[in-house]
């Protein structure tokens, strides 16, 4: 019993970190007033580079040292595809919502040719054998019975998203600058005429959360597949906006909803293991997240309430 | 006019972008691109294909703009269009009926499935607040699941386990005269609703009151409410139409195409290839019938791309991407078009 309970929780956060990065990442932009549609487009970047570079670094001797520079590059490569969307939308003042869809779909096919293009024609990059993440375990708390084992002994990237959400609250709420971008979400031309540079801010808003979302494919494939192909990101960031939506677009709520829907991947596995479980339909698991996000928008559970100026282009010009 | 020309100014420009990745990646662009449109246009069978190709993205096509001349953004036209592949195949199966009723019957479950999910995402918007971008993608995903688990409850075929069962032979849209004029190609009636549907699309947004209803509410809800059109009720019924040209792509596939449906692990690219279909179309029903059949070409053509030059498929994908880049940010070539037409 308890061993699977302990195996549940260490597959709900392995499965929620990704989750965390890209809807942090979300709080980012939709803060700043531009719709995270995008996120998907991000984390499919970041994965496709992080697994190419990981390979490469890989056959250069980094050994598992390669698992880190790969993660970075994977938060660099989904921050340059969020550089695109943010000159469309901020800078050029396209329809956000269909930038950010344009930005998903250039995601995906660039990625898988770049891919073909990298590794002779095969449509997904070598396996990593090294350089990906190993657990590491706390110090005293991995003696805690259950928790230790499966939540204090875990993947690097697991606690640095852990602490990304601290680092991201304090920002946000506790700074001028975490001020500044949330009144260019809230009101840009208010804003404006306060002095703050609008857009500047929300190529910054845009930016981050292009990194961070990077970041969490790159957690992907250095944790869970080991490899890209077009099936390693599918659908992890429309969850992640759903996470932010369900988290009332604050870090800290981002990150608990990101739990919750990890627990949805948990439980999934959970099924499969467990042999007197093996009766819930699968599919009604898989879309109870969506239903949630779903009953919470409509205000069925408690009123969320988006940043006011979210989706709106500010043109300095119209007033 | 000048929105054509827009729309090819846009398309040559994606074509462009298209030809630069491929040239990055070693291939040759001129050959890629001699292969992908020159052997479709050349073959019957290969233009019959590509017509079928397209079938789906007219009527998703159709979908997205209608919702978007109510003000509306469908990005759900793919779970719709799931959902009314689902019912399709449930009444194609599990129903008898004499051949034309039986198919018709089927394409109205279809109709009505999208027109539902659509009419949802419609509710929870006017009613309840929720913009409708964030709820059609959470309904797309609830879509997917709930189809693949009514197919895995009541439809599975049980030596395949992946699919449903074949839809009754009175239940098909295929059309042996359409098939033979195309040496064989897989296409059938279901070609010939997409059509009916951008005509019956032009008639109920030009020449109906309802359209002008719709169309008023999306320029101007304010004004809309002024003139006694209801806001709330428009935006249901812009989404419940939007749903049911969506759902009626389902059945063209699963009734004209595949005549079964298959648990997917992801929900059908039609879908969302008809937000571009939409885009560069710029919603009229022309521009919709020609964008959805150069997306037609492109997705059908990406294969003798492949194997004639060597370039992945996926530089088609690219190219789309750029085509509707491009599209985004039209009115920065816009202006462009506009001053050089004030010169000349």
């Known amino acids: 019993m308890f061993e699977a309970l302990g195996q549940f929780l260490a597959i709900t956060t392995v499965y929620a970190t990704p989750l965390i990065w890209a809807s942090l990442g979300g709080v980012f932009s939709e803060r700043s007033g531009v719709v995270g549609l995008a996120l998907e487009g991000y984390m499919i970047f970041g994965a496709f580079a992080a697994a190419s570079s990981a390979v490469v670094l890989e056959a250069s001797g980094w050994g598992a040292w390669g698992a880190w520079p790969a993660f970075f590059l994977g938060g660099v490569a989904g921050m340059l595809l969020a550089l695109l969307h943010a000159y469309a939308s901020v800078s050029l003042r396209a329809d956000q919502v269909v930038s950010g869809f344009v930005v998903n779909f250039l995601a995906f096919g660039l990625s898988v040719y770049l891919v073909k293009v990298f590794f002779h024609g095969a449509g997904q990059t070598d396996t990593l054998r090294q350089a990906v993440f190993g657990r590491w375990g706390i110090p005293l708390l991995e003696r805690i019975p259950v928790l230790g084992p499966s939540v204090f002994t875990t993947y690097p990237s697991t606690y640095l998203a852990f602490l990304a959400v601290l680092v991201a609250y304090l920002l946000l709420w506790h700074t001028p600058f975490g001020l500044h971008l949330r009144a260019a979400g809230e009101n840009a031309g208010a804003a404006a005429t306060a002095g703050l540079p609008v857009r500047r801010i929300r190529y910054v808003g845009v930016l981050v959360s292009g990194f961070l979302a990077g970041l969490g494919g790159a957690t992907v494939v250095l944790t869970t597949t080991g490899n890209f192909s077009h099936a390693t990101i599918s659908g992890q960031g429309f969850i992640a906006l759903a996470a932010m939506i369900f988290g009332k677009w604050h870090p800290v709520g981002a990150f608990l909803a990101s739990l919750f829907f990890g627990i949805g991947t948990g439980l999934k596995n959970l099924i499969q293991l467990t042999p007197w479980a093996r009766d819930i339909p699968l599919d009604a698991i898989l879309f109870f997240p969506y239903v949630l996000t779903l009953l919470v928008l409509a205000g069925f559970v408690g009123r969320a309430e988006a940043p006011r100026a979210l989706g709106q282009a500010y043109d300095p010009e119209v007033r | ?344």
């Open chain 2, 1 to 344: 006019m000048r929105e054509f020309l827009v729309s090819l100014i846009a398309l040559f420009l994606g074509l462009l972008v298209g030809a630069a990745v491929m040239l990055f990646g070693g291939y040759n662009p001129l050959e890629a691109y001699r292969a992908l449109f020159w052997s479709v246009l050349t073959s019957p069978y290969q233009l019959g294909e590509m017509l079928r190709e397209s079938t789906p993205l007219l009527l998703t096509g159709t979908s997205v703009a209608l919702a978007y001349r109510a003000g509306l953004f469908n990005i759900g036209a793919a779970g719709q269009m799931y959902l009314g592949g689902v019912a399709a195949a449930w009444v194609g199966i599990a129903w008898e009926l004499p051949p034309v009723l039986h198919a018709g019957l089927a394409v109205t479950a279809a109709a009505l499935a999208g027109a539902l999910w659509g009419a949802l995402a419609g509710y929870l918007k006017a009613w309840r607040g929720v913009h409708e971008v964030i709820s059609t993608i959470m309904l797309n995903w609830t879509a997917l699941y709930l189809g693949n688990g009514i197919i895995r409850a009541y439809l599975l075929d049980p030596s395949q386990r992946q699919r449903s069962q074949i839809v009754a032979a009175s239940a098909t849209l295929d059309s042996p005269t359409l098939a033979s004029l195309f040496g064989q190609a897989r296409l059938g009636y279901g070609f010939v609703l997409a059509l009916l549907a951008l005509v019956v699309y032009a008639v109920l947004l030009e020449r109906h009151t309802l359209g002008f209803a719709l169309r008023a509410s999306g320029l101007s809800p304010g004004a809309a409410r002024y003139a006694g059109i209801p806001p709330g009720r428009s935006v249901v019924l812009a989404m419940g139409l939007a749903g049911a040209f969506a759902g009626v792509a389902g059945a063209t596939e699963v009734l004209g195409v595949f005549h079964y449906m298959g648990i997917a692990a992801a929900l059908p690219n039609a879908g969302f290839d008809g937000i571009a279909v939409a885009l560069l179309g710029g919603n009229t029903a022309p521009g919709i019938f020609l964008a959805g059949l150069f997306f037609g070409l492109l997705n059908y053509g990406a294969g003798s791309m492949q194997f004639v030059a060597g370039v992945p498929l996926e530089a088609v994908r690219i190219v789309v991407a750029a085509v509707l880049f491009f599209v985004a940010v039209r009115h920065v070539f816009e202006r462009w078009v506009g001053v050089r037409r004030v010169a000349g």
